[in-house]
Every structure is written in C-alpha cells, then in structure tokens.
C-alpha cells in the first residue's frame, strides 16, 4: 500500500519531578537538604531515510510519546534522563503542524532530523532552594510538560524527470524499459494506482531518477481521476517528460492532449507548467500513426518545443531519448 499523506499526533516526554529529601547520618547534625533533580524528558525526532518510499508504517499507529524522565531521589541522586524518541520517515517529506498548517520541516536529504516535539524539563529538587534563612526547604519544583501537537506528513517523491500522460499512454511500459522499475502493467487506463521510481543509466558518466506518475484526465487538478493526488509528486522533479499516446484507436488528437495535460499542470501550479517538458510521441509501431506523428511533430517544431517519437514496447528510440533526457538535466544543473 503506498500512503503519501497523514496525521499522526506526537508528544515529547514529561519531565521528572525534583526531590524533598534531607541528610540523615548519625554524625552529621543539620545536614540540609540532598534532594536531587529530576531526569529531563524524551523529545521526539524525524529522520529523514533513503531506505523508505512509503508512510505506511503511519498508517497502523498514529500516537506517539516519548519516555519521561525519572523523578529525583534523596542523597543528591538525579533522576535519568530519557532516550530520544525517532520517527523514520521517507526522504521528500514535508512536515506540518496539522492544525496551523505551518510547515516545520522539509526532510529532502537523507538522514536529516527534525525535531517536532520537545521533551520536558527536570523539575530541580530542594537543594536548589536552601538559602541563608531558610536551610531546610521542603520545596521542590515537578517536571515540565513535554510538547503535544498533531502533524501532517505529507511525501513528496525526489525524482530527476516525471512521466506524464493520459492513462495507457505507455508511461509504465516506458519506464520499465529504461530502468529496473517494475510497475503494473495492463491494457485497461488507470493500472498506475502509486507512483514508481526507477534509476536510468546511460553510461558510466550519465544516470537519472525516473517516476511513473499515475495517469492525467481533464478535471485532475480539481480532483478528477487518480492523477491529482499524485501531481505533487512532480513538483520536485526538474524535467517531464510529456509522453503522447499515437494510437488511431484512442479517437483522441495528440496535439489536444498535449494542450489538455498542459492546462491541468497550469490549473494545478503555473510553476510546474513552466518546468522544462521534452514532448514524446509513443506506440509509432502501431500501424496508422504515421500522419499523427507528423501532425503533432510540426506543432512541437512552431512551438519550440523538442520531440521525440518513440515505441515504448519494442524499444525504438528509447536510447536517444533517455540521453538527451541526461544531457539536459546536466546542462541545468
């Protein structure tokens, strides 16, 4: 199961209570006060795993709270402190407070820490408040609270270049083909249900992070389809690729479907829109595609725009095309 968003409440631990406690030996008249300091709270951390890809494990438990402290003890004794409590989490995630919607943290590194609860203080124990008039205090002070909010993890995949398209355009298959990524194919639309990740490498100097993102329709950005929950997932990457189903027997234009995915990614963010896009037309094996081709490749020419025919299932022009995909993403590093 693949979770890329959800709550989870966490709390830092209490601090442990300071001590009342006075010396008693045989031989040492008056010895005052020796209550000890209580242990400070557990504070709870993010770290950020390369290891991950997914918040399911948030999925199963969503509170979490950290150890306290120990209270102090007579004879000077101070309470321990307690272990830190750490929350793996994938790296892309965005951290917010659930109920400010203030973002706290972007993980996007591996083994970067965030810390979103605090523990609480030790409370000081009565040694802490002997004075010259008053030597034998029988105050101490508890242990403070440790932090409690609810957060909203929210992942957003580290990928190189995204793959966008109407459904069965071929972006599964074409990923499949370029990296060791398996992700589900079929020839019905939507068998993309989770984003998939795969490493493309061109030769020893050149190699890229690829994504499969679940398939666009018109209204994906207000929330049609599978692809609006997945369109954040591209706003990381630093180019798309645009990729064109061909096939006659689609009854779609290709140069509408280019201006149709186009609009949501502007609907969704203009930013994203303006991101460097290479236009692929895919499934050229297809007999009657020839004059398609054509059609969409003299748009693509007018309108500045590189393109790149391709047949995902047999291979053709795969290679020139993932290194002109590496050879861009070099030149904007």
């Known amino acids: 199961m693949f979770i890329d968003e959800i709550d989870i409440f966490v709390k830092g631990g209490d601090g442990g209570a300071g001590c009342v406690s006075f010396r008693r030996e045989k031989f040492v008249p008056r010895g005052g006060p020796d209550g000890g300091d209580g242990g400070a709270g557990a504070s709870v951390w993010l770290l950020a795993d390369e290891g991950l890809s997914t918040l399911l494990d948030y999925h199963y438990q969503r509170h979490y709270e950290a150890g306290r402290g120990e209270h102090g003890k007579g004879s000077g004794k101070h309470g321990a402190s307690a272990a830190d409590l750490t929350l793996r989490v994938p790296v892309g995630t965005i951290v917010r407070d659930r109920d400010t919607r203030e973002v706290l943290g972007d993980l996007s590194a591996d083994g970067r820490r965030l810390l979103v609860a605090r523990g609480g203080r030790g409370g000081r124990g009565n040694t802490h408040f002997a004075t010259a008039t008053n030597r034998a205090p029988r105050r101490a002070e508890p242990g403070g609270s440790g932090e409690a909010r609810w957060l909203h993890l929210e992942l957003k995949l580290l990928a190189d270049v995204g793959v966008i398209g109407f459904p069965n ?3 599964s298959t074409l990923v499949s083909r370029v990296s060791a990524a398996r992700p589900r194919i079929a020839e019905y639309p939507f068998t993309t249900l989770t ?7 061109v030769d020893e100097r050149l190699s890229f992070v690829i994504v499969d993102l679940p398939g666009l329709i018109p209204g994906a950005a207000e929330g049609k389809g599978l692809g609006h929950r997945f369109l954040r997932h591209t706003e990381r990457t630093r180019l798309l690729i645009h990729l064109i189903d061909l096939d006659p027997a689609n009854g779609r234009d290709p140069v509408e479907d280019y201006h149709m995915i186009r609009d949501e990614l502007k609907a969704y963010s203009p ?28 748009f693509c020419t007018a309108a500045g725009l590189p393109f790149f025919a391709v047949s995902a299932v047999t291979e053709d022009g795969l290679s020139p095309l993932m290194r002109a995909v590496a050879e861009r993403l070099e030149a904007e590093a």
Not at 273 to 281: E, G, I, K, N
Not at 286 to 293: H, N, Y
């Open 169 to 171: 355009a071929g972006k």
């Open 271 to 298: 930013e994203l829109a303006a991101r460097p896009q290479l236009v692929v037309a895919n499934k050229t094996d297809l007999p009657g595609t020839a004059a398609r081709r054509k059609a969409l490749a003299g």
């Open 195 to 201: 984003p998939t990740l795969g490493l493309v490498r």
